[in-house]
C-alpha cells in the first residue's frame, strides 16, 4: 500500500510538471519574459514544490537528516536530468544554444553558494541568532542577492555570440510569436499554470509522508531515503520540463530550469533552519551529503565549462559536457552505495 501510494504521487508530480513548461513557454512569449528568467524563476519554482513541501514537512517535523537529503542530495541528480535531456537537443550540443551569458552566471552563483555551505560545514555551524544558523543565513541572503544581479543582468547583457546553432532556440526567438494556446486568454492560462503547480504541492506532500514509512519499513536512514529515492521522485517534475522544454527548443529554458532548481534548493536551507527548532539544522549534517555537495560543484563547473566553450560536438546525441556529467553521477552513486 505505501509502495502503491508512492508510486501515485510520483505519476503526478510528473504529469503535472509535464504540462507545465508548455504554459511557461507561452507565458514567456506574451508577457515578453526572457526565457532564462522565465526558467530561472518561475519554473524552477513550480518544478520545486515537491521539495518546498517535503523539505517544510520534515523539517517541522524535526527530521534535520530527511530535509537536508532531499534538498543537497538531488543537486547532481538535476544536472544529470540536463544531461539526459540534451540527447534530445537537435543537431548540437544544448549548451550552444543559449545567446545570453545569464545561464553561465547562474552556474557562477550555484558554484559560489556550494563553496559557501562547503565553508560553513568546515567551520562548523557554532553561532545562531534566535535558534537560526548563520551559515544558513547567509546561503538565504546571498540566493537574494544573487536574484537581483542575474535579473539585472539578463536585461543588461553586453555579450553577443558570434556564432549560433543554424537551427533551435536562437532562430525561434526571432520568429514571429506564433500562440500555442490561442483560444485561452492570460486569466485561463495562468490558472492552469496555478493547477498544475497546486497537484504538484499535493504530490509532494504525498511523497514526503510515503518515503518516512519506506523508511521504517525498510529500516535505511532517512538520510539515506533523502539522498536517493525522495531526492529522485521530486526531481521528477525537473525532468518532465526540461525534457519537454528541449522539445519544443526552448534550450535556454531548460537549462535555466536546472540552475534555478538547485539554486533554490541552497536557499530554503535557510527557512528549513527556522521551521527546525531543534538547534542549527546544518548542525546535524549527515556526512553522507559531503559527497553531494562536492559532486554536486564538480558538474556545475563542467556545465560552467560548456557554457563557455559553446562547442557543437556531440557523441550519440550528447555533448561531451553531458557525457561528463553523467560520468560524475554514475560515480557518485557507487560511492554511495559504497559508503551507506
Known amino acids: 500500500m505505501t509502495l502503491a501510494l508512492f508510486a501515485l504521487a510520483a505519476a503526478?508530480?510528473?504529469?503535472?510538471?509535464?504540462?507545465?513548461?508548455?504554459?511557461?513557454?507561452?507565458?514567456?512569449?506574451?508577457m515578453r519574459i526572457g526565457r532564462a528568467m522565465m526558467g530561472l524563476v518561475f519554473l524552477a519554482t513550480a518544478t520545486s514544490l515537491p521539495e518546498i513541501v517535503t523539505t517544510a514537512l520534515a523539517a517541522g517535523g524535526g527530521d534535520a537528516h530527511l530535509a537536508l537529503g532531499?534538498?543537497?542530495?538531488?543537486?547532481?541528480?538535476?544536472?544529470a536530468i540536463l544531461a539526459l535531456a540534451d540527447g534530445f537537443a537537435r543537431g548540437a550540443a544544448i549548451t550552444s544554444y543559449p545567446r545570453k551569458?545569464?545561464?553561465?552566471?547562474?552556474?557562477?552563483?550555484?558554484?559560489?553558494?556550494?563553496?559557501?555551505?562547503l565553508a560553513v560545514l568546515l567551520i562548523g555551524e557554532t553561532f545562531t541568532v534566535l535558534?537560526?544558523?548563520?551559515?544558513?543565513?547567509?546561503?538565504?541572503?546571498?540566493?537574494?542577492?544573487?536574484?537581483g544581479l542575474l535579473r539585472s543582468h539578463d536585461e543588461n547583457d553586453p555579450w553577443t555570440p558570434v556564432h549560433v546553432p543554424e537551427s533551435g532556440?536562437?532562430?525561434?526567438?526571432?520568429?514571429p510569436f506564433v500562440s500555442s494556446f490561442p483560444d485561452l486568454g492570460a486569466g485561463a492560462l495562468?490558472?492552469?499554470?496555478?493547477?498544475?503547480?497546486?497537484?504538484?504541492?499535493?504530490?509532494?506532500?504525498l511523497s514526503v509522508l510515503m518515503s518516512e514509512r519506506i523508511a521504517e519499513q525498510t529500516g535505511l536512514g532517512t538520510g539515506l531515503v533523502g539522498v536517493t529515492?525522495?531526492?529522485?521522485?521530486?526531481?521528477?517534475?525537473?525532468l518532465s520540463t526540461t525534457v519537454a522544454a528541449v522539445r519544443i527548443r526552448a534550450y535556454t529554458m531548460a537549462i535555466s530550469n536546472i540552475f534555478g532548481s538547485n539554486l533554490l534548493m541552497l536557499a530554503l536551507v535557510w527557512p528549513a533552519d527556522i521551521l527546525y527548532r531543534k538547534g542549527p539544522i546544518l548542525a546535524e549534517f549527515n556526512p553522507v551529503l559531503d559527497l553531494a555537495l562536492v559532486s554536486g560543484l564538480i558538474v556545475t563547473i563542467i556545465y560552467i565549462a560548456g557554457l563557455l566553450v559553446r562547442s557543437r560536438?556531440?557523441?550519440?546525441?550528447?555533448?561531451?559536457?553531458?557525457?561528463?556529467?553523467?560520468?560524475?553521477?554514475?560515480?557518485?552513486?557507487?560511492?554511495?552505495?559504497v559508503r551507506r
Open 12 to 30: 503526478g508530480v510528473w504529469f503535472s510538471g509535464g504540462r507545465l513548461v508548455a504554459y511557461a513557454d507561452e507565458i514567456a512569449d506574451r
Open 70 to 79: 532531499n534538498l543537497l542530495g538531488g543537486v547532481t541528480l538535476q544536472f
Open 101 to 117: 551569458t545569464t545561464t553561465v552566471l547562474e552556474g557562477v552563483a550555484l558554484a559560489f553558494l556550494l563553496a559557501l555551505l
Open 131 to 147: 535558534n537560526v544558523g548563520i551559515g544558513a543565513t547567509l546561503l538565504g541572503i546571498c540566493y537574494l542577492a544573487t536574484f
Open 169 to 175: 532556440e536562437a532562430a525561434d526567438e526571432e520568429s
Open 190 to 205: 495562468n490558472l492552469r499554470f496555478a493547477l498544475l503547480t497546486a497537484a504538484i504541492l499535493v504530490s509532494g506532500a
Open 229 to 238: 529515492l525522495l531526492a529522485a521522485v521530486t526531481s521528477l517534475p525537473e
Open 313 to 337: 560536438r556531440s557523441i550519440w546525441g550528447f555533448g561531451h559536457d553531458s557525457i561528463a556529467v553523467l560520468g560524475v553521477f554514475a560515480f557518485t552513486l557507487v560511492l554511495y552505495w
